[in-house]
C-alpha cells in the first residue's frame, strides 16, 4: 500500500542541484497527494534558474516511480523568485537586503582544511586597513574559529533596546560568532532547522549598522547552511578559497557549481597557502604550482589572491592578532591580503 511515509522517504533520494542534502531535509516538499495509484507531489521552490525544477521534477518521478503500486506521478511547483542580487550576474554596487550593509560577501570553501576562516578574517581586516568598515559573521556554527582568531574568543554579544545582538568589536570588525556562545570545549548540536535559524539570527537580528562589507564565513562544503543564506539574504558574491592541489581544486568547482545555481556571482578564487619562501628568497610550492591560476582560468573566473603559507599566520590566528594587522613591508602574507582586498573592492567599482 502507498503511504505518505512511503513517498517521502523515497523523495529524501533526490537531492537539490549543486547540493548534497535531499529535497525533504530542506523543506521543500510541502504535500504528498495520493488517489490510488497516482501521487501528486506538492514543492515549494525560490529560483530563478529553469533548470533547478526541471532537474528536480524528473528525479522525484523517477524515484516515486520506484515505489510499488504507483502508475503516474505529477509535480506541483510553487516557483517563488529569490531574494534579489543587487549585483546581479556581475559585480557591481548595492544594497543589501540586511538594512545599512553595501555588500554581502560569502566566502566559502568545498572542503575544509584550506584556510578559508583565516581568509574571511585576514580579508576583513585589510579591508578595513583599506578604509572600509566591516562586519564578519561566523556562519560555520559547527567549527567556529572567528572568535579566537579575533582574540575575542572571551567576549559576551549583548543585546539593545530592539532587542537586536550587538556584534562583539575587536580590531575595528563587528563579528559575531558561536564562538562567543560557547565555551571552547562545548560541542554545537544541531540538526539542519535549528542551524538555520541561528544562521538567520547572526544575519538578521545583529545590529550590524553601516557597513561597506559583511564577510560571511561559510562552513565547507554545500549544505543547509549555503542554501538558507542564498535563500534568505542577497549576496553580493561569493569567494572561493582553495589550495594549489587537485583534490582541493576538486571541490572548489563543486563550490563554485553551488553558487551559480543559486545566481550568486563568483568574485573569484583565492589561492591559499600558495608557496612557502625559505629566508634565501627561494619559493616552494609545497602543495604545486600555479593550480588556482589554472583553475580560475577553466572557470572563466578571476584569481583575485595567491596567499603564501607563512608560521606568522598560523601564530597570529592562534593568539587573536591576524597577521594582516602587520605591516605591508613587514610580512609578504600580510601584502597578499591587503592585495586580495583591493582587488575584491576593486570589483565593485
Known amino acids: 500500500m502507498i503511504t505518505e511515509d512511503l513517498v517521502r522517504k523515497q523523495l529524501a533520494s533526490v537531492k537539490y542541484p549543486g547540493f548534497s542534502r535531499d529535497i525533504v531535509s530542506f523543506g521543500l516538499v510541502k504535500g504528498v497527494r495520493i488517489d490510488g495509484d497516482h501521487v501528486t507531489v506538492a514543492l515549494s521552490l525560490a529560483t530563478k534558474d529553469p533548470s533547478i525544477p526541471g532537474a528536480i521534477h524528473a528525479a522525484v518521478i523517477e524515484e516515486v516511480k520506484r515505489l510499488d503500486g504507483v502508475a503516474d506521478v505529477a509535480v506541483d511547483f510553487d516557483i517563488q523568485n529569490p531574494p534579489e542580487n543587487p549585483g546581479g550576474s556581475n ?29 574571511s578574517t585576514n580579508l576583513a581586516i585589510s579591508l578595513k586597513k583599506a578604509g572600509y568598515s566591516v562586519g564578519l559573521c561566523d556562519c560555520d556554527l559547527y567549527g567556529p574559529s572567528v572568535a579566537l582568531m579575533l582574540g575575542a574568543e572571551d567576549a559576551e554579544p549583548l543585546a539593545n533596546d530592539q532587542n537586536e545582538i550587538i556584534p562583539v568589536e575587536a580590531h575595528g570588525i563587528k563579528s559575531i560568532s558561536m564562538g562567543y556562545l560557547l565555551s571552547d570545549d562545548s560541542p554545537v548540536i544541531v540538526r539542519g532547522p535549528l542551524a538555520t535559524r541561528y544562521t538567520q539570527q547572526f544575519l538578521r537580528q545583529c545590529a550590524w549598522g553601516e557597513l561597506d562589507f559583511l564577510i560571511l564565513d561559510l562552513p565547507p562544503g554545500t549544505g543547509d547552511i549555503q542554501l538558507t543564506i542564498s535563500q534568505t539574504v542577497a549576496v553580493d ?36 597557502m600558495a608557496w612557502f619562501q625559505c629566508d634565501a628568497g627561494k619559493k616552494n610550492f609545497i602543495f604545486g604550482e600555479g593550480g588556482g591560476a589554472r583553475e580560475a582560468e577553466r572557470l572563466g573566473v ?17 593568539e587573536g592578532y591576524p597577521v594582516s594587522l602587520k605591516p605591508n613591508d613587514e610580512s609578504a602574507v600580510a601584502a597578499a591580503f591587503s592585495e586580495l582586498a583591493k582587488s575584491l573592492a576593486g570589483s565593485f567599482s
Not at 572548489?252 to 573569484?268: D, L, S
Not at 583575485?304 to 592562534?318: A, C, H, K
Request: hydrophobic share 45%.
Open 237 to 272: 558574491a561569493a569567494l572561493i578559497v582553495t589550495t594549489p592541489q587537485e583534490v582541493a581544486l576538486i571541490d572548489a568547482r563543486k563550490a563554485v557549481a553551488m553558487f551559480q545555481k543559486v545566481n550568486i556571482p563568483i568574485a573569484g578564487l583565492v589561492e591559499n
Open 302 to 318: 578571476p584569481l583575485l589572491g595567491e596567499i603564501p603559507i607563512d608560521s606568522s599566520t598560523r601564530i597570529g590566528g592562534d
Open 91 to 119: 559585480v557591481s554596487m548595492g544594497q543589501s537586503s540586511i538594512p545599512g550593509v553595501k555588500r554581502i560577501i560569502a566566502v566559502a570553501s568545498g572542503k575544509g582544511g584550506v584556510g578559508k576562516s583565516t581568509v
